[in-house]
């Protein structure tokens, strides 16, 4: 990625045809809610456990994936019995995840009565959440949508990035953490930071981390800043 193509990204804060506005979500701690126990169900459930939510389940039965997570006490609860209308009470987040629409109805409807988000998986548009493709490189992350039109392209997108972003993204970034306060007060302005940032980058940088050099990009990186005077 080059400066040019790091100084004409534009933000994006929303886009007009869907309502959906691209957010991260900071779920550690909050009462999250997973109705189903299927395949899709414990990719949700997985998810949620992996951003810190505190996760309930309610289904009669579970699959395997929702049964190791049980087992492994990952979840805060789960209620074996069908869904019942008082169950979305307290909870910021709740995902309808059953196999049948109308029962998913039925929580939407229950969980948005009660000021709760909704993710229902058989119809996105229905709901107040989209779950994204996602590629993880450490911090950073990148998200992939289509506003639930097509999954299957937003997961062809997710692909086409995987191989464009490399793990040395996820120790560049942890490496730009680390001079984030130098960064923060040298650079001044976010123009100059984003400056600073694309100077790193064409450098050469994530060539020494591709490589494992980390002592070597974090030298670069140094003598770049001082180049920049920063």
């Given at each position: 990625?080059t400066?040019?193509?790091?100084?004409?990204a534009?933000?994006?804060?929303?886009?007009?045809h869907?309502?959906?506005a691209?957010?991260?979500?900071d779920?550690?701690?909050?009462?999250?809610?997973?109705?189903?126990?299927?395949t899709?169900?414990?990719?949700?459930?997985?998810?949620l456990?992996?951003?810190?939510?505190?996760?309930?389940?309610?289904?009669p039965?579970?699959?395997?994936?929702?049964r190791?997570l049980?087992?492994?006490?990952?979840l805060s609860?789960?209620?074996p019995?069908p869904?019942?209308?008082?169950?979305v009470?307290?909870h910021?987040?709740?995902?309808?995840?059953?196999?049948?629409?109308?029962v998913?109805?039925?929580?939407?409807a229950?969980a948005?009565?009660?000021?709760?988000l909704?993710?229902?998986?058989?119809d996105?548009a229905?709901?107040?959440?989209?779950?994204?493709?996602?590629?993880?490189?450490?911090?950073?992350?990148?998200a992939?949508?289509t506003?639930?039109?097509?999954p299957?392209?937003?997961?062809?997108v997710?692909?086409?990035?995987?191989?464009?972003?490399?793990p040395?993204?996820?120790a560049?970034?942890a490496?730009l953490?680390?001079?984030?306060?130098r960064?923060?007060t040298?650079a001044?302005?976010?123009d100059g930071?984003?400056r600073?940032v694309?100077?790193?980058i064409?450098?050469?940088?994530?060539d020494?981390?591709?490589r494992?050099?980390?002592?070597?990009?974090r030298?670069?990186v140094r003598?770049?800043?001082?180049?920049?005077?920063?």
């Amino acid at each position: 990625m080059t400066a040019s193509l790091v100084d004409s990204a534009p933000a994006v804060l929303a886009d007009q045809h869907t309502g959906l506005a691209p957010l991260m979500l900071d779920l550690r701690g909050r009462a999250c809610l997973v109705v189903g126990g299927g395949t899709v169900a414990a990719r949700r459930v997985q998810a949620l456990v992996d951003a810190g939510a505190r996760v309930s389940v309610v289904a009669p039965d579970l699959g395997e994936g929702l049964r190791r997570l049980v087992d492994a006490g990952h979840l805060s609860e789960w209620r074996p019995r069908p869904y019942e209308a008082g169950d979305v009470r307290g909870h910021l987040l709740v995902v309808a995840a059953t196999d049948d629409p109308e029962v998913n109805r039925r929580i939407g409807a229950d969980a948005r009565a009660g000021g709760a988000l909704v993710n229902r998986i058989d119809d996105a548009a229905s709901g107040d959440v989209v779950v994204p493709a996602v590629v993880r490189r450490g911090d950073l992350v990148i998200a992939v949508s289509t506003g639930g039109a097509n999954p299957t392209l937003a997961a062809h997108v997710r692909r086409e990035i995987e191989r464009s972003f490399g793990p040395e993204w996820g120790a560049l970034t942890a490496l730009l953490g680390e001079f984030r306060p130098r960064l923060a007060t040298a650079a001044g302005t976010p123009d100059g930071r984003r400056r600073a940032v694309c100077a790193i980058i064409d450098a050469g940088v994530l060539d020494h981390l591709a490589r494992g050099d980390t002592d070597g990009a974090r030298m670069l990186v140094r003598r770049i800043l001082e180049e920049e005077r920063l």
